[in-house]
């Protein structure tokens, strides 16, 4: 079976908003503008809406970044192996990686509510 990567409890959560600047985007997954370009070429997933010379990245998108981030950086895959597993071509079932960006939803979803409640 195919081992889930972890929750990223750590990262910020994602506002309420439907479009994210790269620089934006950049700081809620903690990674250089320049690593967001490369991956838009690696992976065929993220696809940002592309204006007036200018990327805008939305929720899906962020949520997607963070699991890529996960998969490299925490799994140690390869981009290879991380386009493998986002594919589902893994060995499991392709709900796998949408049960991810649920769980990793609803920990933000979490994180919100406590910071709303001690206010």
Known sequence: ???QP???AESDPIPSKRYFTIGEASKLCDLKPHVLR???QEFEQIKPV???NRRYYQRQD???IRQIKGLLYEQGL???GARQ???GDAGDD???RYKQLLRQTISELESILETLKRK
Do not use: G, S
């Open 38 to 40: 490369y991956w838009e």
């Open 62 to 64: 962020l949520l997607l």
């Open 50 to 52: 592309k204006r007036n």
């Open 1 to 3: 079976m195919q081992e």
């Open 6 to 8: 972890p929750i990223q």
């Open 78 to 80: 390869t981009i290879a």
């Open 85 to 87: 597993w986002l594919a």
């Open 94 to 96: 392709d709900n796998t």
